[in-house]
């Protein structure tokens, strides 16, 4: 059985003539993966369900549509339309399912789910502000990642 993948299938809907016939300035760049700034954002945000290191966990992705508010607006740049984010949930432990409740608590009852699975597949492509914060590696203190602390969504 041939199976493909998802740059096989992306091709699959583009001319491959046309990409081919194309410069190399002509491709995108590369998106950077930075967190967000500590501030409030507008994002579209969706959730899944993904294994990391044999550990179950809920990936609560974001694309940004604007930055609302900035903590420093002097260090700090607003987002740029579409830049990605992501934060992990491990259900695994009660720190990550307590961290759940604590952002997703109120969207259960608007978007209609009675479990964490309807939640779950529910949550996709959702209008929402959330306000973030930074969280340091602890293998690297010079690392940085997005923590989300608040998410209302504004649908």
């Given at each position: 059985m041939n199976e493909k993948t998802a740059d096989t299938d992306m091709l699959d809907n583009m001319d491959l003539d046309d990409l081919l016939d194309s410069s190399i300035d002509d491709f995108e760049d590369l998106p950077d993966f930075?967190?967000?700034?500590?501030?409030t954002h507008r994002v579209y945000g969706t959730l899944s369900l993904k294994e990391v290191n044999d550990k179950v966990n809920v990936e609560f992705s974001m694309k940004a549509i604007e930055t609302l508010e900035l903590k420093d607006k002097v260090k700090d740049q607003p987002l740029a339309e579409g830049a990605p984010a992501s934060v992990l949930f491990n259900f695994g432990s009660e720190w990550g399912r307590g961290a759940f409740k604590k952002v997703f608590a109120g969207t259960a009852e608007k978007l209609g789910a009675t479990s964490n699975r309807q939640l779950i597949e529910n949550f996709q492509e959702v209008d929402c502000v959330v306000v973030?914060?930074?969280?340091?590696?602890?293998?690297?203190?010079?690392k940085k990642y997005t923590n989300v602390v608040e998410l209302v969504i504004t649908e």
């Amino acid at each position: 059985m041939n199976e493909k993948t998802a740059d096989t299938d992306m091709l699959d809907n583009m001319d491959l003539d046309d990409l081919l016939d194309s410069s190399i300035d002509d491709f995108e760049d590369l998106p950077d993966f930075e967190p967000y700034p500590v501030g409030t954002h507008r994002v579209y945000g969706t959730l899944s369900l993904k294994e990391v290191n044999d550990k179950v966990n809920v990936e609560f992705s974001m694309k940004a549509i604007e930055t609302l508010e900035l903590k420093d607006k002097v260090k700090d740049q607003p987002l740029a339309e579409g830049a990605p984010a992501s934060v992990l949930f491990n259900f695994g432990s009660e720190w990550g399912r307590g961290a759940f409740k604590k952002v997703f608590a109120g969207t259960a009852e608007k978007l209609g789910a009675t479990s964490n699975r309807q939640l779950i597949e529910n949550f996709q492509e959702v209008d929402c502000v959330v306000v973030t914060k930074l969280r340091t590696s602890k293998d690297d203190k010079d690392k940085k990642y997005t923590n989300v602390v608040e998410l209302v969504i504004t649908e």
